[in-house]
């Protein structure tokens, strides 16, 4: 039973605050709770302290929107969470997609997809910067939030709060295009809020550590991680994992058994030293 | 001959520019799918939201307002809708808008997309002032316009006899019998849809439009001279006179040439 904690913990926990803050979502629309009202574009906690999303406000910016002091407070809120604390946390703790992708990649695991498809990967995961940069010239041009209109994220989200309409088979295509396509292929490759939160999430404090002399190079991290270039140092160097593309979701530090990665804050004067 | 590899640099630069080629594809695929999303005129949005081309540029499709409406009047348009994801809308013959005097989805907006103060006067909210839309009345099939007794539209309206009034005229066609014929007020008429909500049709013969949808415009080059205020509009008025060949010469003296004037045109 420990073992099943220990392995599984930071998984538990996660699905416990994705499934959480849907079901207060939900709750709010359906029976009136005021814990979570709104939706992941933003959302009001306790009916006092505002949160947006700042890469909808970005776009909305970008379409020449005149945007509400309201909406600003909610963008500084999420944005200052992210960039000094969680990093791309958003993705791996929040983002309802997740839970999609995770189980399209566990399925891959599963059938051995991953082993018949060894060839490179097709595309660049520097895909979802492009995006994330046509994303606010396509909004420009338009003069509308353009991602906002085609997200799945945003999509699956609402769907779940407020009725799904066809939005199901977005996230069907999200799961099969995870699943037989490409690995990791939304999250880790086209999501332009992924990539958002990459860039936010740079300096941000909660990292995962690597101890060089506890890794036995079993590589089970480099499997289940969904952004394996950011454990580059994997029994190489005692290095904290400094990538924005981290997730923060610990998976790694599970499934290490010889205690090589854990989890703590983010030192710049001793990373400094280590990097050199 | 055989070819020299290519150097880093060009390398470096040919991948840019397939990315920008790329970037440019998806770029023009997006706009149009984003040009017929945003193409859907027939959208009734609650109550204070700005005109439709900025309530889709500021609305953040957060949902406040659809969680603050008491009567689940309001929806965010799902996938499959016709209309643009995640923005509020709604259908006045399944849930018509109650007019809440504190107007609740107002308020909560925080992006500005329903703008309280156009639903303020004198620092007091009025939903009399909202304008949703307004009813157009189908007078082939309203019954009232038959002459079959029904005031269901009239009686159902929240600014009963301002938005909504019933006009006496005499049925011919029975020599004893009245018409109450329902006439929409668009000065009025908020468009809450409590009269499409009510009437008793099968396909409702009175109906919410997008104001701008539902209204012409005569052009303001015509004035009314029995009303002092539009006739004012004159005082500054001065007449631009157009020269032709054919107009140099008074009418009369044009009647009078016979066609050699125009002949020699």
């Known amino acids: 039973m420990s073992k099943l904690w220990n392995n599984y913990r930071y998984l538990i926990l996660r699905r416990f605050t994705q499934i959480g803050i849907l079901i207060l979502f939900f709750g709010a629309n359906a029976w009136g709770w005021k814990i979570l009202e709104g939706n992941l574009s933003s959302s009001e906690l306790f009916g006092i302290v505002p949160m947006s999303d700042p890469y909808a406000v970005l776009q909305m910016v970008a379409a020449g929107a005149v945007v509400a002091s309201d909406l600003l407070i909610g963008v500084a809120v999420v944005a200052l969470f992210y960039f000094l604390i969680g990093g791309r946390a958003f993705c791996s703790w929040v983002c309802p997609i997740n839970m999609v992708t995770d189980s399209a990649n566990y399925l891959r695991r599963v059938f051995d997809i991953d082993r018949a498809q060894i060839t490179k990967q097709p595309i660049t995961r520097n895909v979802r910067y492009w995006i994330l940069g046509i994303s606010l010239i396509v909004s420009a041009f338009m003069g509308i939030a353009a991602f906002e209109f085609v997200s799945p994220i945003s999509m699956m989200h609402r769907g779940l709060v407020f009725g799904m309409g066809f939005g199901w088979a977005a996230i069907g295509m999200i799961f099969l295009f995870d699943l037989f396509v490409l690995k990791n292929g939304w999250c880790g490759h086209i999501c332009p809020l992924g990539g958002f939160y990459s860039l936010l999430g740079k300096f941000s404090f909660i990292r995962v550590h690597h101890l060089e002399e506890n890794c036995t190079l079993c590589m089970k991290c480099k499997v289940v991680c969904p952004e394996k270039q950011v454990l580059h140092m994997i029994g190489k160097e005692s290095l904290p994992v400094l990538s924005g593309e981290c997730t923060n979701c610990a998976r790694c530090i599970e499934v290490c058994d010889d205690d090589a990665l854990r989890f703590s804050i983010r030192d710049f004067i001793q990373n400094k030293k280590m990097g050199e | 001959m055989k070819k020299e590899a290519l150097s880093d640099r060009r390398k470096f630069i040919l991948n840019m520019a397939r990315g920008v080629g790329y970037a440019a594809i998806g770029g023009f695929l997006w ?84 703008d309280e103060s156009s639903v303020t006067v004198n620092g007091h909210l009025d939903i009399n002032t909202a304008d949703m839309g307004l009813a157009v009345i189908d007078e082939n099939s309203c019954i009232a316009f038959w002459g079959i007794q029904c005031d269901a539209c009239y009686r159902a309206c929240p600014i009963l006899g301002q938005a909504i009034t019933v006009e006496y005229s005499k049925n011919e066609r029975t020599g004893k019998h009245a018409f109450l014929k329902p006439v929409v007020h668009a000065d009025a008429c908020t468009g809450c849809g409590m009269c499409e909500h009510a009437c008793v049709t099968e396909k409702p013969a009175i109906f919410i439009l997008p104001r701008e949808v539902a209204m012409g415009k005569a052009g303001s080059h015509y004035i009314k001279g029995w009303d002092k205020k539009d006739e004012s509009r004159l005082k500054d008025a001065h007449a631009i006179h157009t020269t032709t060949n054919v107009s140099k010469r008074k009418a009369v003296d044009k009647l009078n040439s016979g066609l050699e004037g125009l002949l020699d045109e």
Do not use: N, W
């Open chain 2, 31 to 114: 706009s149009a799918y984003l040009d017929d999303a945003k193409a859907s005129p027939l959208i009734l949005r609650p109550p204070a939201a700005i005109k439709e081309e900025d309530f889709l540029k500021t609305c953040i499709k957060c949902g406040l307002c659809v969680e603050a409406c008491p009567y689940d009047t309001l929806m965010l348009a799902k996938p499959g809708d016709h209309r643009p994801i995640g923005t509020p809308y709604f259908i006045p013959r399944d849930i018509p808008c109650y007019m809440c005097e504190d107007i609740p989805c107002v308020p909560v907006c925080p992006s500005g997309a329903l």
